[in-house]
């Protein structure tokens, strides 16, 4: 953490393509009224250090883009059905994992 005891958004690993993600999660999220949903998840677990104020402000974006991610790694998965199961979620988790 570049010896700093707070987490700055420049900590983050946000790629091009998560960039990008957010971006088109913004235009999604001005149709869906998701906020107080997204501020909750983007709280819990508490993490050791504290975030920044921008950071902070910038959590329900980047929480709403690593779901809209997270849902089109679903679809590849199993693009037949539309129905989500556990074991969908855990392998798409898995692929996140590996790739984030």
């Given at each position: 953490m ?5 987490i ?12 990008e ?27 050791k ?24 790694v679903?679809?590849?998965i199993?693009n037949?059905?539309?129905q989500?199961?556990?074991?969908l ?6 692929i996140l994992d590996?790739?984030?």
């Amino acid at each position: 953490m570049n010896g700093r005891d707070v987490i700055w958004e420049s900590d983050l690993p946000i790629t091009k393509g998560l960039q990008e993600t957010i971006i088109s999660f913004k235009k999604l999220e001005e149709e869906l009224p998701i906020e107080d949903i997204l501020n909750y998840l983007s709280t819990v677990p508490p993490l050791k250090y504290p975030l920044s104020a921008d950071l902070e402000a910038k959590l329900p974006e980047i929480t709403g883009a690593l779901l809209v991610v997270l849902a089109k790694v679903m679809k590849e998965i199993d693009n037949e059905s539309r129905q989500v199961t556990h074991e969908l979620i855990e392998k798409s988790s898995k692929i996140l994992d590996l790739t984030l």
